[in-house]
């Protein structure tokens, strides 16, 4: 008989199991693979991470500082070693993650994934195309996996209440943007009919770049208003856009607010990840999967350091 499990409620419910196309269960060599590449609760997994993030940032500056005419000249043979190494690492790396999880495809197509690859080919396809070699500072986008490491939970929790937050406010945001939009389009029309094309407002498109340079306090300089009532409608526009700043900003704020509320009762955040569907996140006591209801592996941890609390 399967085991009943007490919901939150107090009801009991028979746990949802995986279907048995997904695979078997990860085990040996790549369920420890698994937990150093993937996850960051262990000091393998953690140092694992810590070169990982060291080899990103040294990469990336290799491909800045070959950029750089004068140190291209002088460093030019070391750059392109140091580049090709660091390739060869990246590859066999994103070769291990494809097998260590049980779904290879589906952590290919990941966002993660997809980063991983696009961090390597620029350097096979600069063999075809010299001029694909600039796309290699797409590995900066890898440092995201800073929040992961060093045991910093925090930031984890910080990263997923802005993630919510945004979302929550989406609509909010939308309508704030479009009640900007109709102020910017009124407001660039009466500067076309005020200032007309003699001053540098030739159409009502451009007299709108000009509202959104202006309401947004960029203020490029190529356009200026030279009659007096185009100047006070301006200088309206540039106090308005201080205020408008504002708005967005206290539509998050609240937001994150309100996520920060709720995620105090809430377990604390680790880096668990579910060998299903790769969502990481999970409750140290979870025993299913939140998203896909997949049985989760046992909670491999370890503490950073003697400082480290363990939990009752």
């Known amino acids: 008989m399967s085991k009943r499990v007490p919901s939150r409620s107090g009801h009991a419910f028979d746990p949802p199991q995986p279907s048995p196309d997904l695979g078997r269960p990860l085990s040996g060599w790549r369920l420890r693979g698994y937990t150093i590449i993937f996850e960051a ?37 070391w750059f392109d070693t140091a580049e090709w190494f660091f390739t060869i690492v990246f590859s066999l790396e994103y070769l291990a993650r494809l097998a260590c999880v049980r779904h290879p495809w589906r952590y290919a197509t990941s966002f993660f994934g997809v980063i991983d690859l696009l961090s390597v080919l620029p350097t ?14 797409v590995r900066v986008l890898r440092l995201l996996r800073v929040f992961r490491i ?44 005020v200032e007309g094309p003699g001053n540098g407002f030739t159409s009502i498109p451009t007299s709108v770049y000009w509202a ?3 309401v947004t306090t960029v203020g490029f300089g190529d356009i200026t208003p030279k009659t007096d009532l185009g100047r006070l409608i301006s200088s309206f526009m540039m106090l308005l856009g201080w205020g408008t700043l504002a708005v967005p900003t206290g539509i998050v704020t609240a937001e994150m607010a309100a996520q920060r509320n709720a995620a105090r009762a809430q377990a604390a955040t680790t ?18 999967c939140a998203h896909c209801g997949a049985r989760l592996p046992d909670y491999a941890h370890q503490p950073a350091g003697p400082s480290t609390s363990q939990a009752g």
Do not use: N
């Open 212 to 214: 959104i340079t202006t």
């Open 271 to 288: 880096t668990r990840t579910c060998h299903e569907c790769l969502t990481e996140g999970h409750a140290p006591e979870a025993l299913f």
């Open 124 to 137: 096979y396809l600069a063999l075809i195309f010299p001029e694909i070699h600039a796309l290699l500072d």
């Open 150 to 193: 060093f045991r910093l939970t925090a930031y984890v929790a910080e990263y997923q209440g802005l993630a919510l937050a945004l979302a929550a406010s989406r609509r909010k945001i939308l309508v704030f943007l479009s009640a900007v939009l109709m102020l910017v389009l009124i407001l660039g029309t009466v500067m076309y009919v």
């Open 41 to 77: 609760d262990t000091v393998a997994g953690r140092r694992f991470d810590q070169w990982l993030i060291l080899a990103i940032v040294l990469s990336v500056a290799v491909v800045m500082a070959d950029s750089v005419a004068s140190l291209r000249e002088r460093f030019g043979p």
